[in-house]
């Protein structure tokens, strides 16, 4: 008898399609080997034919329309790699409704369509996969959701967008522009089809939707999610940071505030989930603040295992498609064994769990303020600072321009946003402030 047959189409043949079929084809025999059954990518849709994509195909297996996948009695599973809300969500549902099992990467639609998707996933008995949508190659969806699964997760922090790290790094390193380093991201296959995406926050944003959702049983909760991108930070912040002994990096952060007690049973009352995306200041010595480039790193902290880290590529067309072809793998293995939902979603469980406000949360900050270089304007500074309740660790100013305005940089203890906001909306009124101050929160251990 001859090996059982799992049966895939893919929608969509750019950058992750390509990663995926590759892998598909190229290591067809490992995978057979390994699973015990044949991989068969017997439709591949995208609406451009023409377009080498470094790979051939065999005979009768691309198609324009992607109704050629979703409408074919023999696909078990649709794997979804156009992207965007629109079809993309029209096509995971009408595979949904004909009983076939998804494969996404797109975590755009996860984010602000997912409870819907995963009910109806739920109602028709199929599965979603959905590992490449976080974190590239990384395996951090299975991770919270099998390997840590004996966890209340205390906080996760993640570098989940290559595009901003690797226009970091080069800002850091090579002292590229930062429109010069985009571009790199865009040419080499990184970047979101509207790179806004990446640069804004909101990218990692969509990302940290999923795993807060995950980790806390909450709905997908994108609107609750404070998105800040890397745009205004200069390569002059970066070297500030660097003199102080810190990295910039672009961190989605989620975290149960204060910590959900161990073994707690409804014994958790006043914990609230943080959801934040913001460029960050980390110890240049922490680990996470070495992960450079296109590479991605979360550290997943849980009351059972304590700290983990995971590192990988975040992006590009061979590790996400690595992660794809997991889930692709994983449903497989679902479908010869019975086991076909065998994880299934689980959101809004603790439904009631409250989302922190933004203003609420705490954190050490770094300032800087463009002040004229005059007498007194350090104590002007510090006075409001100090009326908020904002202490000083370190400052410092740089250059002479007497009369002119120069960077004075200020690192504070811990301090609350709002009180924060408050000092910056009352310092950046004052007539010896030029500009608009620039605030980055800083992680680590307080001095
Ligand atoms: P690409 O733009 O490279 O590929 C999408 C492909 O789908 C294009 O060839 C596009 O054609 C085609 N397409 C669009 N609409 C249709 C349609 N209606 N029918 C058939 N084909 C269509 O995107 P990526 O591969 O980079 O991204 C795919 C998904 O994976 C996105 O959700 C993205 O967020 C996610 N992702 C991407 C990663 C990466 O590193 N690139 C990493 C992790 C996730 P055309 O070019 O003509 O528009
Ligand atoms: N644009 C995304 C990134 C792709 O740069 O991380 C991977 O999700």
């Given at each position: 008898m001859g090996k059982k047959k799992i049966t895939v189409g893919i929608i969509g043949f750019g950058t992750v399609g390509t990663g995926t079929a590759k892998i598909l084809l190229g290591n067809r025999n490992i995978l057979s080997e390994r699973t015990g059954f044949d991989i068969v990518l017997k439709k591949v849709a995208d609406r451009d034919l023409q377009r080498d994509r470094g790979i051939t195909l065999p005979k009768g297996v691309l198609t324009p329309d992607?109704?050629?996948?979703?409408?074919?009695?023999?696909?078990?599973?649709?794997v979804e790699l156009v992207g965007g809300i629109h079809p993309a969500k029209d096509f995971i549902l009408e595979a949904v409704r004909k009983k076939k099992h998804v494969v996404t990467a797109n975590k755009a639609l996860l984010a602000t369509e997912g409870n819907e998707i995963f009910s109806e996933a739920q109602k028709h008995g199929v599965e979603i996969g959905f590992e490449a949508s976080v974190a590239g190659g990384i395996p951090i969806i299975k991770v919270i959701r099998e390997g840590l699964v004996a966890n209340n997760m205390v906080a996760i922090y993640g570098i989940i967008n290559g595009t901003s790290n690797y226009i970091l790094t080069k800002m850091t390193e090579e002292k590229v522009e930062f429109s010069d380093a985009l571009k790199d991201a865009q040419r080499l296959g990184y970047a979101e089809a509207d790179p806004t995406f990446d640069i804004e926050g909101i990218d990692s944003a969509h990302k940290l939707t999923i795993l807060s959702s995950l980790a806390y049983g909450i709905p997908l909760s994108l609107d609750r999610v404070y998105k800040e991108g890397i745009t205004k930070i200069t390569s002059q912040d970066i070297e500030f940071a660097s003199e102080l002994g810190y990295k910039v990096k672009l961190l989605a952060i989620t975290k149960a505030t204060p910590p959900i007690p161990p073994l707690a049973r409804g014994g958790e009352r006043g914990v609230e989930i943080e959801m934040r995306v913001h460029p960050t200041m980390i110890p240049s010595e922490y680990l996470i603040s070495k992960v450079d480039g296109v590479f991605n790193a979360v550290y997943v902290e849980g009351d059972a295992v304590g700290s983990t880290l995971y590192y990988g590529r975040g992006a590009g067309d061979m590790p996400t498609g690595s992660a794809v072809v997991a889930d692709i793998?994983?449903?497989?293995?679902?479908?010869?064994?019975?086991?076909?939902?065998?994880?299934?979603?689980?959101?809004?469980g603790a439904g009631t769990r409250k989302i922190r406000e933004m203003e609420e949360i705490e954190s050490m900050y770094y300032f800087r303020f463009s002040a004229l270089d005059k007498p007194?304007?350090?104590s002007n500074i510090s006075g409001i600072l100090g009326n908020y309740n904002i202490s000083i660790a370190s400052v410092i100013q740089k250059g002479r321009r007497i009369g002119g305005s120069v960077p004075l940089v200020v690192l504070t203890h811990r301090a609350k946003e709002r009180d924060v906001l408050n000092a910056i909306g009352e310092i950046d009124n004052?007539?010896?402030?030029?500009?608009?101050?620039?605030?980055?929160?800083?992680e680590g251990k307080e001095e």
């Open positions: 992607a109704k050629d996948v979703v409408n074919d009695p023999d696909i078990h599973i649709v793998v994983d449903i497989g293995r679902n479908i010869v064994s019975g086991g076909v939902r065998r994880v299934p979603w689980i959101s809004g007194g304007v350090l004052l007539p010896v402030v030029s500009d608009k101050t620039l605030f980055v929160r800083v």
